[in-house]
């Protein structure tokens, strides 16, 4: 099946290269595209390119999805290569290229949200502490002296750093530790 998908596309190559087509009328930095059924597409190339690699790419280009995954399986198996063999080699090469710029990207982002987390409540300094959660949260009585059981657990997640070492400090003055994550 890859053999007659290869040899249909040399015959591409072959009828595009003897009969007439709409490239015969557009300029030699441009060529036309046969679709099956459909219009030609003109598309520029660079003068540097040589008429047997136009030609190619030409008869791939017209090649249906299927067609194309054939000549793609015929090819690995021709010259004993895989595509994603190449793949990886060219996201690693990317950012190497970028010289000086990729230097600046890799710099660490400065973290802007916090996690204020409630590590241990000592027994005597309960009751203050659950005063201040409900100060900080507008907890009721209830949850906020859930929340001090069950420890270590978040008080505030995704605040501001002022917003976390205010809630830090009060908490410290009653007796609580506390980290912010």
Not at 67 to 80: I, K, M, N, P, Y
Not at 95 to 98: D, I, L, Q, S, V
Not at 120 to 137: C, D, G, H, Y
Not at 172 to 176: K, L, M, N, P
């Given at each position: 099946?890859?053999?007659t998908?290869?040899?249909?596309?040399?015959?591409?190559l072959s009828?595009s290269?003897?009969?007439p087509s709409?490239s015969?009328s557009?300029?030699?930095s441009?060529?036309?595209i046969?679709?099956?059924?459909?219009r030609?597409?003109?598309?520029?190339?660079t003068?540097?390119?040589?008429p047997k690699?136009?030609?190619?790419g030409d008869?791939?280009?017209g090649?249906?999805?299927e067609?194309?995954?054939?000549?793609?399986?015929?090819?690995?198996?021709?010259?004993?290569v895989?595509a994603a063999?190449?793949a990886?080699?060219?996201?690693i090469?990317a950012?190497?290229?970028?010289g000086a710029?990729a230097?600046e990207?890799e710099?660490?982002v400065?973290?802007?949200?916090?996690?204020v987390?409630?590590d241990?409540?000592?027994?005597?300094?309960?009751?203050?502490?659950?005063?201040?959660?409900?100060?900080?949260?507008s907890l009721?009585?209830?949850e906020?002296k859930?929340?001090?059981?069950?420890?270590?657990?978040k008080l505030k997640?995704?605040?501001?750093?002022?917003?976390?070492?205010?809630?830090?400090?009060?908490l410290?003055?009653?007796?609580?530790k506390?980290?912010?994550?």
């Open positions: 099946m890859a053999s998908t290869l040899s249909s596309a040399f015959t591409l009828r290269s003897t009969s709409a015969a557009l300029p030699r441009s060529v036309a046969p679709r099956r059924g459909r030609a597409v003109a598309v520029a190339s003068a540097t390119e040589s690699v136009l030609e190619l008869a791939i280009a090649l249906t999805l067609e194309a995954r054939s000549l793609v399986d015929h090819l690995q198996e021709r010259l004993g895989s063999a190449f990886p080699a060219a996201v090469a950012p190497g290229a970028g710029g230097a990207e710099a660490p400065e973290k802007t949200e916090f996690d987390v409630i241990e409540v000592p027994s005597s300094a309960r009751i203050a502490t659950i005063k201040v959660v409900r100060a900080l949260t009721a009585l209830k906020a859930d929340l001090i059981e069950g420890l270590p657990k997640e995704a605040v501001s750093k002022d917003e976390a070492e205010d809630a830090k400090k009060q410290e003055e009653v007796g609580a506390v980290s912010i994550v």
